[in-house]
């Protein structure tokens, strides 16, 4: 994964904290911008759609105001907003452009004690030990690379922690975090997709096969581990993508993967602010909205028909009970 970078906008406050400081040193030969927020950038809001791959270029610094921890029942209790935001990443359906239109670039947030002292605080308030998603909003393996606050975060989370935590990726970059002393308090989870989809939708990110090696690499260390084949993308000849997609998996998931991991299956929304930004930004790019098969779900999103769905759920439950039968589906939504 290319990590440059072309300038550096920051929020002066941001070098009141010691990984504010450790990035200016870091990034000392880019250009720094100030800026008065992070959420209002002006010449990056008003530059047009096709230069969204230019913007992914920047780096943004701040600090996270808002903590507003939302309820959440799939394999974590909250969805906690924390020290990133956006992605260097440029996979076409990107949930974050939904938020962020074209501005889904890169922001770190350099106050994380103070994001994990409340997490902290959460969990031991709570009437039993609680697991909180850190990675919704970003990638946190490929911030990682920039910040250590990975590691950082495990480490702290094992010592003073109650719950988990728990984070999805598509990087690979997981020797730093192999010889944590984690205590088992974080549930590492792989986001995978047949490799074709891989190279001509989830630009940027790394491969199937580099994927399922980091998975086997964490599950070794110890840490509870989860599969995510998400999302779920209908191209044409979906049932052969996924049908060699979970052939590969059942080839080279270790036994440990199968034995002690679950499942998470998710199938794509799509909106029409991507599909606004795709066609311009990626004019030869792989079309993703499907009219035939999707159906509007209200505030310009789509997602695949109720029939289509039942026909991919049996498809997948069925070929997960021939090749992955060990590990259970937690939900397919």
Not at 27 to 41: K, M, T, V
Not at 76 to 91: I, N
Not at 172 to 187: A, F
Request: aromatic fraction near 10%; charge should be neutral; charged fraction near 25%.
């Amino acid at each position: 994964m290319n990590m440059d970078f072309d300038a550096v906008y920051y929020e002066p406050d941001a070098l009141n904290y010691k990984l504010g400081l450790a990035l200016q040193s870091k990034y000392a030969d880019l250009p720094w911008i100030q800026i008065e927020s992070h959420n209002r950038i002006p010449e990056m809001t008003a530059a047009p759609n096709q230069d969204f791959p230019k913007l992914k270029n920047h780096l943004i610094i701040g600090t996270r105001k808002t903590h507003r921890y939302v309820p959440n029942h799939k394999v974590s209790d909250w969805l906690v907003p924390y020290t990133s935001s956006g992605c260097k990443a440029m996979c076409l359906y990107c949930y974050l452009v939904c938020n962020y239109n074209k501005c889904a670039y890169l922001r770190l947030f350099v106050n994380r004690e103070q994001m994990l002292d409340k997490l902290l605080k959460k969990d031991s308030e709570a009437s039993a030990p609680q697991t909180f998603e850190i990675g919704s909003n970003s990638d946190l393996v490929l911030e990682n690379m920039i910040t250590d606050n990975l590691l950082y975060s495990i480490e702290r989370f094992s010592r003073e922690g109650r719950g988990k935590l728990t984070f999805p990726t598509k990087f690979d970059m997981v020797n730093p975090l192999l010889n944590l002393d984690h205590k088992g308090k974080t549930i590492f989870r792989m986001s995978v997709n047949p490799q074709e989809i891989i190279q001509r939708i989830e630009l940027g990110t790394s491969p199937l096969r580099a994927r399922i090696h980091a998975l086997n690499d964490m599950a070794e260390a110890g840490y509870p581990v989860g599969l995510l084949i998400a999302p779920v993308i209908l191209l044409p000849d979906w049932k052969r993508l996924y049908g060699e997609l979970l052939d590969q998996l059942a080839d080279e998931l270790s036994v440990k993967v199968k034995q002690s991991g679950f499942i998470e299956i998710i199938l794509m929304t799509y909106s029409f602010v991507q599909n606004a930004i795709n066609t311009e930004a990626f004019p030869n790019g792989t079309q993703l909205l499907d009219r035939e098969t999707m159906t509007g779900r209200g505030r310009g999103k789509y997602s695949y028909r109720n029939d289509i769905r039942e026909e991919v759920e049996s498809f997948l439950r069925e070929r997960l009970s021939q090749k992955l039968k060990t590990m259970p589906i937690l939900y397919i939504s």
